[in-house]
Structures are given as structure tokens and as C-alpha cells.
């Protein structure tokens, strides 16, 4: 981003103005542009990379666009490629390339689309002249924990308790 905008104003500025004013060395610059006039001058990792992008989406796409990183890394791996695994999830993820995702998402809510919303009845003002004035509640979905169950008996062990006790008042 910063390359280009250089490059958008070096005309005008000059570089080592633009460059001074970015924090960044001419230097830096220079080598951008000499890795764009040239692309062997490119890194190795980048040029492995732009190699190994052509050969994920050929394996992605050879199996319908189902295959995910770990299953492109064994596909390559029976093809006799030696490549990190850690290296093709990272390809894939900058590519935008995932499989597909086996079993059911979780539904918190089965809404009737046919039942009127509740109003809004503070229309989004949440500031207040004084303390107590608006209370809001927030519905957050969590899977239920084994000790939940625990901290309930001790509650109704308590209400039990409260209700033996204030029996006789």
C-alpha cells in the first residue's frame, strides 16, 4: 500500500520526501520496484509460493472444491511432493480456499418469521439521565457445563433450606 502510494506520487514528491515522511528506506522502495520490473529477483519463499498456489488450486479443484488443507497436504504427499502442512493451510487461507465442513451448526434460536418484533422501546439510546433508569439484557447462547448441574442442587439445597427455616416465622 505504501509502494503504491509512492508510486502514485513520485512524480511530484520525489521518493526520498515520501519515504522520509513514511518512515520506511528508499532502499526498501528501490528493491520493491526492482522485484516488480523482475520477477526472478522475487524472494524464494514468493516464488515456491506462487509454484505451490497453482498446484493447490488444481488439487482443490480436481476434487469438486471439497478438499481442505490437511487432505490437499496427503493428496500431495501421495504425489511424492515434500511440503509442510503448516505451509499449504497458509496458502490456502490467502487463496480463500477451505472444504467443506462436515456436520450440523448449532441452532440457538427457531424464530417464526411470521411474529411481530418486540418495539424498540429506548430506539437505540442507551444513555440515561439517572442510575437504573434502562435495563438491558443480552441472550448469550453457551453449551451447558458439567458443573452447572452441581450449582443448581446447592441452589435448591438452599431454597429447601430457606424454606424449612422461615416455615415456623
Known sequence: MMMSFIDAHREDLGIEPICRELAIAPSSYYEHARRLADPAKR????????????????????????????????????????????????LMRTMGLAGVRRGKKTITT??????????????????????????????????PRE?????????EELNECHALCCEGA
Open 43 to 90: 524472494p524464494a519463499r514468493a516464488r515456491s509460493d506462487e509454484e505451490m498456489r497453482g498446484q493447490i488450486k488444481r488439487v482443490h479443484e480436481a476434487n469438486y472444491g471439497v478438499y481442505g488443507s490437511r487432505k490437499v497436504w496427503h493428496q500431495w504427499r501421495r504425489e511424492g511432493v515434500a511440503i509442510a502442512k503448516c505451509t499449504v493451510e497458509r
Open 147 to 155: 458443573h452447572m448441574t452441581g450449582m443448581r442442587r446447592r441452589k
Open 110 to 143: 427457531v424464530s417464526n418469521p411470521r411474529t411481530p418484533c418486540p418495539l424498540d422501546k429506548v430506539n437505540r439510546e442507551f444513555r440515561v439521565a439517572r442510575p437504573n433508569a434502562l435495563w438491558v439484557v443480552d441472550f448469550t447462547y453457551g453449551a
